[in-house]
Each structure stands twice: as structure tokens, then as C-alpha cells.
């Protein structure tokens, strides 16, 4: 099992920036790949950005490539997401998730799941 706590969520105006962050626990961190995913309300979970086992790797939606930035701390166990400039519309519940298969974007590649964190953009 691995186990996955995302903190740093909040409320931001748009155009400002957060930084996410998913502490793992458990198997070995650098077994996994490791993915953001969001959930607005309303609306089916998407796949944000992601990050293969040693982060020489990543993948973004198209939404977000050149706002997000995903990285991982191996030594620290730590995915984070880093988002800037952004936008009412990247309101959403955000998770990581865990899971052995490279440069997927499909949820059910992900074995492991966070609680999520909530983040809400202000216009």
C-alpha cells in the first residue's frame, strides 16, 4: 500500500499561484509514477499532469502546459504541483495518485489515491 496526504490547497485571485504538494508513505516512492488529477464540481475527474519514477519525465494537459509545473523530491518522498497564472476555470478538487504504468493519463492505470485538496481561483 502506499499511502498519499496532498496539503496546499486554498483560496487564490486569479492570476496568482499555489503550490500542491503530496507526502507518500508506505511501498517504495520511486516504484510509482505519480499523477495530479481534478475534480470540479459537477464534472468527471481529469488528468492534470505527470511525473515518471525518477522525474526526468513529464506530461501535461493541454489546459495547463506552460502554467503547472509537477516535480517529485525522491530523498523527500514529495510529488509537488506547482500552478501559476491561474484561472476561475482550474477551480477543482485536486488528487495525486500513485501507479506503475509510464506516461499514462488513464485513471485506472493509478493504484493509489490521495483525499484530495481543494483549490479555488477567484476572478
Known amino acids: 500500500q502506499v499511502q498519499l496526504v496532498e496539503s496546499g490547497g486554498g483560496l487564490v485571485q486569479a492570476g496568482n499561484s499555489l503550490r500542491l504538494s503530496c507526502a507518500a508513505s508506505?511501498?517504495?516512492?520511486?516504484?510509482?509514477?505519480m499523477g495530479w488529477f481534478r475534480q470540479a464540481p459537477g464534472k468527471e475527474r481529469e488528468f492534470v499532469a505527470h511525473i515518471n519514477w525518477s522525474g526526468s519525465s513529464t506530461y501535461y494537459a493541454d489546459s495547463v502546459k506552460g502554467r503547472f509545473t509537477i516535480s517529485r523530491d525522491n530523498a523527500k518522498n514529495t510529488v509537488y504541483l506547482q500552478m501559476n497564472s491561474l484561472k476561475p476555470e482550474d477551480t477543482a478538487v485536486y488528487y495525486c495518485?500513485?501507479?506503475?504504468?509510464?506516461?499514462?493519463?488513464?485513471?485506472?492505470?493509478?493504484?493509489?489515491w490521495g483525499q484530495g485538496t481543494q483549490v479555488t481561483v477567484s476572478s
Open positions: 495518485a500513485a501507479g506503475r504504468r509510464p506516461n499514462s493519463t488513464y485513471i485506472p492505470d493509478y493504484e493509489f
Open positions: 508506505g511501498r517504495t516512492f520511486t516504484a510509482y509514477a
